[in-house]
């Protein structure tokens, strides 16, 4: 028995606990694997479209664990209900689990009551991508989409989700912006929730 305040020594080396360890992956392993995946897509499609919707559908698989392990880790099985709470958890929960740290903005579209963005500086996933000219405006930013498509229609919020460059004065690199559309069921939900 362990007695409170005591640490317990152990006899055999099997019968010490696993330690979690660090619960982060390395960049670099990271990026291997991600290319990898891009290019196994690549392989199987014949025009950029078609590679997007798959690294979305990749994502989207990705996108309904994370919510699945988040609500459990996170919130004690309670899932958001309403569009703002489930929106700040994306931006800030879901983000810093993917990338360390919280999205660089979320905001509300102008022109659309349904549309909202997130903007990322320069989006993990876009960091080592070097995409060819014959490629043009190719965003490895869907397989993100499909992550923010699968937690927000697994917690009940259908919409569709899509990547975007948005060119910015004075750097080299664009921005990427998640588009996020709600379908008309979430805003009238919402309506009537108040």
Not at 25 to 45: D, H, R
Not at 137 to 165: M, S, Y
Request: glycine share 8%.
């Amino acid at each position: 028995m362990i007695s409170v305040g005591k640490i317990k020594q152990y006899t055999n080396v099997l019968e010490k606990p696993l330690s979690k360890g660090k619960q982060e992956v390395s960049l670099s392993g990271f990026a291997f694997l991600f290319s990898e995946l891009v290019q196994y897509n690549q392989s199987q499609v014949d025009n950029i479209t078609e590679l997007e919707r798959r690294l979305e559908d990749a994502g989207y698989a990705v996108g309904a664990r994370i919510l699945e392990l988040l609500c459990h880790r996170e919130k004690g099985n309670r899932r958001e209900t309403r569009l703002l709470g489930i929106l700040s958890f994306v931006h800030s929960t879901v983000w810093k689990v993917l990338f360390g740290k919280i999205a660089d903005s979320l905001e509300k579209g102008t022109e659309h009551e349904d549309e909202y963005m997130i903007s990322e500086k320069e989006l993990l996933v876009n960091r080592f991508i070097s995409v060819p000219k014959d490629m043009g405006a190719f965003n490895c930013g869907a397989f993100v989409a499909g992550i923010v498509r699968g937690v927000l229609e697994n917690a009940g919020f259908p919409a569709v989700v899509t990547a975007h460059f948005v060119p910015v004065e004075g750097q080299h690199r664009p921005r990427t912006t998640i588009l996020i559309k709600f379908a008309e069921e979430v805003l009238r939900r919402e309506a009537t929730l108040g």
